[in-house]
């Protein structure tokens, strides 16, 4: 929408100007069709690397650490903290640490020190919902 910010101006304008709804509607739906594509790539594309980190874990990671629960729950946001998994009751405090710290080891996460909280980013579906 900001790309086209002139003509949609222009289209409104006859709109208030000459009750010309007819360019306008199909302006806004056009460009709806547009972003919903663009929305429907970008699931797509999770999707895809979703598949991809959960065959990676399976071969990279110990089978004590490695989950499918684990590894969806990186993708519910690009970061990840020792709460989000004690919260689901995939490990207690110690034990979420230490599976964090192994996926970091394998190259799936990245981690941060924030304050005193240690976050752990997914940097590639950080990266691919920036782009």
């Known amino acids: 929408m900001i790309s ?4 949609y101006y222009s289209l409104l304008r006859g709109v208030t ?8 509607l199909i302006f806004m739906l056009k460009a709806v069709e547009v972003t919903a594509e ?6 797509d ?3 895809i690397l979703l598949d991809e980190i959960l ?16 590894i969806e729950l ?10 989000f998994l004690v919260d689901r009751n995939l490990a207690k405090r110690q034990t979420a640490a230490d599976y964090l710290k192994e996926l970091e080891r394998a190259g799936i996460l990245k ?11 997914n940097t590639r579906l ?3 919902l920036s782009s």
């Open 17 to 24: 100007e000459q009750q010309d709804w007819e360019p306008w």
């Open 74 to 83: 990186l993708f519910e946001q690009p970061y990840c903290k020792v709460k």
């Open 111 to 121: 981690s941060k020190q924030v304050g005193r909280e240690m976050l752990y980013l």
């Open 4 to 7: 086209h910010k002139p003509e």
């Open 55 to 70: 065959e990676e874990a399976k071969h990279k990671l110990p089978d004590r650490v490695y989950s499918k629960e684990l």
């Open 38 to 43: 663009k929305t429907m790539k970008r699931i």
């Open 126 to 128: 950080y990266e691919l």
């Open 45 to 47: 594309d999770i999707r």
